[in-house]
Nanobody, 125 residues
Framework: QVQLVESGGGSVQPGGSLRLSCAAS????????MGWFRQAPGKEREGVAA???????NYADSVKGRFTISKDNAKNTLYLQMNSLKPEDTATYYC???????????????????WGQGTQVTVSS
């Protein structure tokens, strides 16, 4: 059974940084499409970033140049380094995974079969 567990959320001032982690267990495939999504109250869940078996990365325009997605295959852990955080980045952040060699529609939530429980990120002065 695949389990994704996020950690690293918290409260930070504008301009600050956080690093989110997503530990995957029970995921025995050597290939993957993994991503980060976020959902703010009253808004739809949106794709933030994704990466795949080949190391291809994709980002939402709103986070390009500020967020970096990476994966440590030895630890089976996905990361999201978030710098220059803004109040509009406030949301619950979710990790997602799908057993594919590459991501087809990385920003679509129905691309992914496995989801974490989410971690809250609050950016406020």
């Amino acid at each position: 059974q695949v389990q994704l567990v996020e950690s690293g959320g918290g409260s930070v001032q504008p301009g600050g940084s956080l690093r989110l982690s997503c530990a995957a267990s029970g995921y025995t495939y050597s290939y993957y499409c993994m991503g980060w999504f976020r959902q703010a109250p009253g808004k739809e869940r949106e794709g933030v970033a994704a990466t795949d078996t080949y190391g291809t990365t994709n980002y939402a325009d709103s986070v390009k140049g500020r967020f970096t997605i990476s994966k440590d295959n030895a630890k089976n852990t996905l990361y999201l380094q978030m710098n220059s955080l803004k109040p509009e980045d406030t949301a619950t952040y979710y990790c997602a995974a799908e057993s594919r060699w590459w991501c087809r529609n990385w920003s679509k939530h129905n691309e992914y079969a496995y989801w974490g429980q989410g971690t809250q990120v609050t950016v406020s002065s």
